[in-house]
C-alpha cells in the first residue's frame, strides 16, 4: 500500500523561504506522476508543481520563478523548495502521486487523476 507523509510546512514572513517533503513508501512503479496541490480556506485545491519519472516538471503560473520540485528517488522522497514565499501562498499543502501513465506535461493538473494523497501540511505566510 502507497503511503505518502507530508512535512517541512511553518510560519514565515513574506519573502522568506520553505522546504516540504513528502515520504513515500510501499510503492514499486517506475512509472509514476508526483505533484505538490495547496488549497486555501475557503478556495478549491489547486495544483502548484509536478514531476514525473522521467524528470519533466510543470509548475502553475502563480508559483514560476519562486517554487522547484525535485524528487530524490534514492530516499523515496518528493521536495517543493519554496522562495519568496507571498501571503496568498498560505494553504494547506498536500503531496500527490499518479501510476496511471500521467506526465508532467499533459494536463497533470486534474485531482481526479491522482492515486494517493498525503495528510497535509500548513503553510502561513505573514505580510
Known amino acids: 500500500q502507497v503511503q505518502l507523509v507530508a512535512s517541512g510546512g511553518g510560519s514565515v514572513q513574506s519573502g522568506g523561504s520553505l522546504r516540504l517533503s513528502c515520504a513515500a513508501s510501499?510503492?514499486?512503479?517506475?512509472?509514476?506522476?508526483m505533484g505538490w496541490f495547496r488549497q486555501a480556506p475557503g478556495k478549491e485545491r489547486e495544483g502548484v508543481a509536478v514531476i514525473d519519472s522521467d524528470g519533466s516538471t510543470s509548475y502553475a503560473d502563480s508559483v514560476k520563478g519562486r517554487f522547484t520540485i525535485s524528487l530524490d528517488s534514492a530516499k523515496n522522497t518528493l521536495y517543493l523548495q519554496m522562495n519568496s514565499l507571498k501571503p496568498e501562498d498560505t494553504a494547506m499543502y498536500f503531496c500527490?502521486?499518479?501510476?496511471?501513465?500521467?506526465?508532467?506535461?499533459?494536463?497533470?493538473?486534474?485531482?481526479?487523476?491522482?492515486?494517493?494523497w498525503g495528510q497535509g501540511t500548513q503553510v502561513s505566510v505573514s505580510s
Open positions: 510501499g510503492y514499486t512503479y517506475s512509472s509514476y506522476c
Open positions: 500527490a502521486a499518479a501510476f496511471d501513465g500521467l506526465r508532467a506535461g499533459v494536463r497533470p493538473w486534474g485531482l481526479e487523476q491522482y492515486n494517493v
